[in-house]
């Protein structure tokens, strides 16, 4: 559904980006504008099953969207901060990792960035299928 939603705008970007008059010789190319929709696309896929299995946990609409804009907002910018206190630690929190997914394609820690956005929603997802399947309500 969030992909949905976001290709309207996204086939903007996209178009726009060819038509409006940039200043110099600067124009994109095919790569950047697949580069901005697979960033778009994989966001709203992570992010949205993310969303997704908090909802689950949480049994609620209302504290879900408050628990998943809380977690966009300062969960994640907070998890981005682990990097300065030790790389290697960094370089598997979910904002870096997902950065570096979207980002530089030959970046050599590519791999590990594909594998920890894995775990990320994996362990998410996890958690919310366990409460979901627990019949206690």
Do not use: K, Q
Not at 9 to 32: C, H, K
Not at 89 to 94: A, E, P
Request: glycine content about 8%; cysteine-free.
């Amino acid at each position: 559904v969030i992909v949905v939603v976001a290709l309207p705008g996204t086939l903007v970007a996209a178009i726009s980006s060819f038509l409006l008059p940039l200043e110099g010789d600067v124009r994109p190319t095919a790569g950047d504008v697949g580069s901005a929709v697979w960033t778009i696309v994989a966001g709203a896929w992570v992010y949205g099953l993310i969303a997704l299995a908090v909802g689950a946990l949480l049994t609620s609409s209302a504290a879900a969207i408050a628990i998943s804009l809380a977690l966009n907002f300062i969960g994640l910018p907070l998890l981005s901060l682990v990097d300065r206190v030790s790389e290697p630690l960094g370089n598997v929190m979910l904002p870096t990792a997902f950065s570096r997914l979207v980002g530089d394609a030959d970046d050599p820690a590519l791999a590990v960035a594909v594998v920890a956005v894995v775990v990320w929603v994996a362990g998410f997802l996890a958690a919310g299928a366990f409460r979901a399947t627990r019949a206690e309500y």
